[in-house]
């Protein structure tokens, strides 16, 4: 079974607009982390933004915020404000703490296009 | 320099050559790693090093050999490649806590090198 389920695999959002990414994730383990990673054109895949499965409150970086629902299991990225600077691939990707040394298991990804 | 950088950027090979990708990170972490990412799939790890020590080989074929000479150092040596090898080869580091078994672990990308495989 996949691990880390995106539905969507393309978005697009009028710029200064609000976006969500969907994520979703399969797990029995009760310690682990879901991360959220941007994608540009130009390749590199660039941090945004973590949760842990223990954290009560969601987790926020700027303009990112990750709408946690833990018995529903989903980790949606929230972008406020959209830039043209957002378009880029999204990956959510999650590692499991008890798992040894387990690292992360990415999604296939969603592409977000913002249009002026 | 700063985090994580990789070179070439880009790499056009034929079947017979040999050839290195570098990887270098800045961030004084004790892990290292190497993804493949193809048209189509999701990112897959090949290698990981955990204080240099290699922990993690996920079925790669033999014509991909790793190299960590040390934290700071990742190589990927390719020979005798195939077409179907053609994909961006990411490479990633991370402080690793509590032996492995911590979640929080963020991992750190370079900027990948694109490999073409003639």
């Known amino acids: 079974a996949q691990k880390i389920t995106q539905t969507q695999p393309g978005m697009f959002v009028q710029e200064k607009e609000a976006v969500t990414l969907d994520c979703t994730y399969d797990t029995s383990d009760p310690s682990y982390g879901l991360f959220w990673y941007k994608q540009p054109s130009s390749g590199e895949m660039i941090f945004l933004i973590y949760q842990g499965s223990y954290d009560q409150q969601n987790a926020t970086e700027g303009r990112y915020s990750l709408n946690f629902q833990k018995a529903r299991k989903s980790a949606n990225l929230v972008i406020s404000a959209s830039q043209l600077g957002d378009s880029a691939m999204y990956f959510c990707?999650?590692?499991?703490?008890?798992?040894?040394?387990?690292?992360?298991?990415f999604g296939k990804g969603t592409r977000l296009s913002v249009i002026a | 320099e700063t985090g994580v950088t990789q070179t070439p950027r880009h790499l056009v090979m034929g079947m017979t050559n040999k050839k290195s990708l570098k990887c270098e990170q800045h961030l004084g972490h004790n892990a290292m790693y190497w993804y493949k990412q193809s048209a189509k799939k999701p990112l897959e790890l090949m290698f990981v090093y955990n204080f240099k020590e290699q922990t993690e080989n996920n079925s790669v074929p033999s014509r991909f050999s790793p190299e960590c000479p040390n934290s700071s150092h990742l190589f990927l040596h390719l020979h005798t490649l195939q077409p179907e090898d053609s994909a961006l080869y990411l490479c990633a580091s991370s402080q690793v806590e509590g032996g492995g078994r911590s979640s929080t672990d963020t991992q750190y990308f370079g900027p990948g090198t694109r490999l073409t495989v003639l």
């Open positions: 990707a999650m590692r499991e703490a008890n798992s040894g040394n387990t690292p992360l298991v």
